[in-house]
């Protein structure tokens, strides 16, 4: 019993127990808009990443269930924003699910289930225990996304999740299987010292290691394992969209690196030259095909597409010729990257959900003309949203885009320095359609003047995204150190 550590998993468990009370305190709620249901989730969520916190800044590393779970920085800081960002969706989403018939019990417990996914992924030192979240997860966002079953496009983008979620998982549990035949263990670190050892099958790893990156492209959704992303962004209600798009991101980096840098470090010849191609190809496909978009829900899916292939070329420079001078450093880079990259989603999608009303989906890019008079305080916010996902300054996308730049560029190999060039080019390709919304919104004519509707937790909290977008990209230094510190204490035990 003293292997089994329970303190290491006490937000998990949290976590769990909540979810069970939510889903039967709900059955005898009566209140139109789920009130207690939803402070009940807000308040437990609350206490989770209070938890979450204080064990981050207690800074240690702890293993338990006979070191199958690990506790460390990297894993609770990315969960304590998976937390806060799960958070701040139910925000946005309380409202638009209330006016589709949406507003049930389920939406709190399934989304609740799919944060236990993210934590039990973020803490995973064992590849059956990364399966596991994955499952549990995905598995609850497919019924999220199905939650209309009267919506015909839900229905269909549910379908289009859940086959090719399916591919993803098959894809990912294939390279684990393989990486057991070849080195004999399921635990990440076990793995890392055989493959260190040198006496272990090549052929075999190679190949694990192809199926394994494949798996991880599916959830990125980085080319050419994108498919899924546009059809789902688009059909599911764009409350589920954002419950898609911005905290199972940071699970799916946090397994990247559990899995690629943790365990198979000693391949990164080979994994990083899979993710240079992943990476070029998202962000040459992403930035060119949003361009000729005119549904938002859906540039934005090909955006984010464009914006997975930054994160992973935060993940090309860790190791050069051998060298691991550098990884903490790109692997910082890249966290900081999706961190913020999920920060500007939820305001970008949150806007998208705030300007629609009962029977009207705010989700064509002409539905933001004139948006300027109708809310020139909206209207800021959401440019603020734009300049950051172009990567323009003062926003924080400036700074995150810079970070990764500098990664690759103080390697002083010819080859990164020209994948930093090409990365430069395409961002000014996607800058295009970025600016076509803000100028939408500035410079069209309205085409609604109806008053926009909203509840004042909903203004103060998008507020307060937009002003979290803006000044940390004016004072990045203390994100980035939080980023820093979690990657370098993570990768030094």
Known sequence: MNQMNWPAVYP??????????????????????RAPTYWLTQASLAVVAIMQWAAFIDGGTVYAMQRMVVADPMGQLLGLFATL??????????????????LKGELFTLSLFSLLGIGVMLSANNFLVVYLGLELMSLSLYALVAMRRDHADSTEAAMKYFVLGALASGFLLYGLSMMYGATGSLDINEVFKAIGTGQINKSVMILGVVFIVAGLGFKLGAVPFHMWVPDVYQGAPTAITLLIGAAPKLAAFAITIRLLVEGMLGMAVDWQQMLVVLSVGSMLLGNLVAIAQTNLKRMLAYSTIAQMG????????????????SAGNSYASSMFYIVTYVLTTLGSFGMIMLLSRQ?????QIDDLKG??????????????????????PPT????????????????NVEGYLWLAIAAVVLSLVGAYYYLRVIKVMWFDEPRDMRPIVSTADVRAVMSLNGIAVLAFGILPGGLMTLCVRAIVKTLAT
């Open 396 to 411: 924080v996308g400036f700074y995150a885009k810079l970070s990764v730049l500098q990664s690759l560029v103080s390697t």
């Open 371 to 392: 948006l300027s008079r109708r809310s020139p305080w909206f209207a800021l916010v959401m440019t603020i949203f734009m300049l950051s996902l172009a990567g323009l």
């Open 359 to 363: 029977g009207f989906e705010s989700e």
């Open 310 to 325: 930054f994160v992973l070329l935060g993940l090309c420079s860790g190791v050069v010729y051998g060298n691991t001078v």
């Open 12 to 33: 998990e468990i949290v976590l769990l127990v909540m979810a069970c009370v939510v889903a039967m305190v709900d059955l005898w709620v009566t209140h139109p808009r």
């Open 85 to 102: 960002a799960v958070m701040v969706s139910l925000v946005y989403a309380r409202p638009y699910a209330a006016e589709r018939d949406m």
